[in-house]
Antibody, heavy 123, light 106 residues
Framework: QVQLQESGPGLVKPSQTLSLTCTVSGDSIDSGNHYWSWIRQPAGKGLEWIGRIYISGSTNYNSSLKSRVTISVDTSSNQFSLKLSSVTAADTAVYYC???????????????WGQGTLVTVSS | DIQMTQSPSSLSASVGDRVTITCRAS??????LNWYQHKPGKAPNLLIYAATSLQSGVPSRFSGSGSGTDFTLTISSLQPEDFATYYCQQSHSAPTFGGGTKVEIK
């Protein structure tokens, strides 16, 4: 059974860089036709897609966050990571990692998610 | 970006009720629409992809319909484990989600 688990600091100071890692267990991160994504949810608000990475290293980012986001993959560790720079209180949220499955025919969806990790931006 | 609008934002229903949730896209997304169930403290769960396809392992009381800009998620007979928040998400372009519909016990 494939599982995803987020890890990283729960508290980040304003203007610093938020760094999270998602560990994939139960399968190899480079098997199958899918992307790996990061999604966040501020308290009381909806879900916001942050960006994704393909196993080749190709990335796509939310245009509203693009200037501050970097997503990378480490196949040897079966992990992918998120870095969000210059954080403010508005970046306080539960951050989820997710598998972005691609079906034949072009449809795709987030078919597997981690439990999420709360990151608070505060001094 | 494509905006997704869900209605209602919350609803109260009883076990056994038929529940319908609506999602509208700001432009045509053909059938590139997914539905998720989210319970507090848990990972969101994919229910429906490509507007009408039931994800493996999801009970058949869940169904999706629609295309273009208007979509519906229907729960044919609400069960106790279905009380949760439901989100739609478009996959036509950069992913965006609806604001969610919280299904509460009446």
């Amino acid at each position: 059974q494939v599982q995803l688990q987020e890890s990283g600091p729960g508290l980040v100071k304003p203007s610093q860089t938020l760094s999270l890692t998602c560990t994939v267990s139960g399968d190899s991160i480079d098997s199958g036709n899918h992307y790996w994504s990061w999604i966040r949810q501020p308290a009381g608000k909806g879900l916001e897609w942050i960006g994704r990475i393909y196993i080749s290293g190709s990335t796509n980012y939310n245009s509203s966050l693009k200037s501050r986001v970097t997503i990378s993959v480490d196949t040897s560790s079966n992990q992918f990571s998120l870095k969000l720079s210059s954080v403010t209180a508005a970046d306080t949220a539960v951050y989820y990692c997710a598998r972005h499955w691609l079906w034949p025919g072009g449809h795709d969806a987030f078919d597997l998610w981690g439990q999420g990790t709360l990151v608070t931006v505060s001094s | 970006d494509i905006q997704m609008t869900q209605s209602p934002s919350s609803l109260s229903a009883s076990v056994g009720d038929r529940v319908t949730i609506t999602c509208r896209a700001s432009q045509s997304i053909r059938s590139y629409l997914n539905w998720y169930q989210h319970k507090p403290g848990k990972a969101p769960n994919l229910l429906i992809y490509a507007a009408t396809s039931l994800q493996s392992g999801v009970p058949s009381r869940f169904s999706g319909s629609g295309s273009g800009t208007d979509f519906t998620l229907t729960i044919s007979s609400l069960q106790p484990e279905d009380f949760a928040t439901y989100y739609c998400q478009q996959s036509h372009s950069a992913p965006t989600f609806g604001g969610g519909t919280k299904v509460e016990i009446k």
